[in-house]
């Protein structure tokens, strides 16, 4: 019930291209979904969040999907470029409570 | 002017041994967590503070003993070291508790041989 699950595992994609990133939760209880990035012998930094009242949100070329119903979300990443090579998680919390990380995605943008 | 800090950046030391990381957060935050992050990438909360005050304590052995002097600083205190302690550990902090963005140290990764 706490685990949000997240795929793929890694991901390659070409300078340009679109990146996505899936994510599926079971409590329905969460209420906050953000995505961190993380690179290489740094700590996560929050990239982009949602909440289940709208289905989409837009920051430059980072877009969440969220489909309520469903129970998943996504991270879209747009014009992908090489310095967006990175680790990705999904997380999900409810209200006061803690941050539930997915697995983590690897992506490699490559020119 | 770094907004979460830890010390030191890496560890390394031997079974058996009690080691400590610390931590600072300068933003004002009232509440600051420590993270375990494994050799597969996962990462889990340990603990989280609020005020001084301990909020959640996920089922980490006991061995493993925050301590919030004030609300500035999250120290992590770690006893008889285990082989699989070896992970790299992050401290992070948010405003309030419900505040969901947290924002993370740069980690420590800590050996244990």
């Known amino acids: 019930q706490q685990q949000v699950k997240q795929s793929p595992q890694s991901l390659i994609v070409q300078k340009g291209g679109i990146s996505i990133i899936n994510c599926a939760y079971e409590n329905t209880a969460f209420d906050y979904f953000p995505w961190y990035q993380q690179f290489p012998g740094k700590g996560p930094a929050l990239l982009i969040a949602?909440?289940?009242?709208?289905s989409e949100k837009k920051e430059g070329r980072f877009t969440i999907s969220f489909n309520k119903s469903a129970k998943q979300f996504s991270l879209h990443i747009m014009d992908s470029q090489p310095g967006d090579s990175a680790t990705y998680f999904c997380a999900a919390s409810m209200d006061t409570d803690k941050l539930i990380f997915g697995t983590g995605t690897r992506l490699q943008v490559f020119p | 002017d770094t907004a979460v800090s830890q010390t030191p950046k890496y560890l390394v030391t031997q079974m058996g041994n009690d080691k400590s990381i610390k931590c600072e957060q300068n933003l004002g935050h009232d509440t600051m967590y420590w993270y375990k992050q494994d050799s597969k990438k996962f990462l889990k909360i340990m603990f989280s503070?609020?005020?001084?005050?301990?909020?959640i304590n996920e089922t980490v052995p006991n061995r493993f003993s925050p301590k919030s002097p004030d609300k500035a600083h999250l120290n992590l205190h770690i006893n008889s070291l285990e082989l699989g302690d070896s992970a790299v550990y992050f401290c992070?902090?948010?405003?309030?508790?419900?505040?969901?963005?947290?924002?993370f140290g740069p980690g420590t990764r800590l050996t244990v041989l």
């Open positions: 992070a902090s948010s405003r309030w508790t419900g505040e969901n963005e947290q924002f």
């Open positions: 949602i909440r289940p009242d709208v």
């Open positions: 503070y609020n005020n001084k005050e301990l909020i």
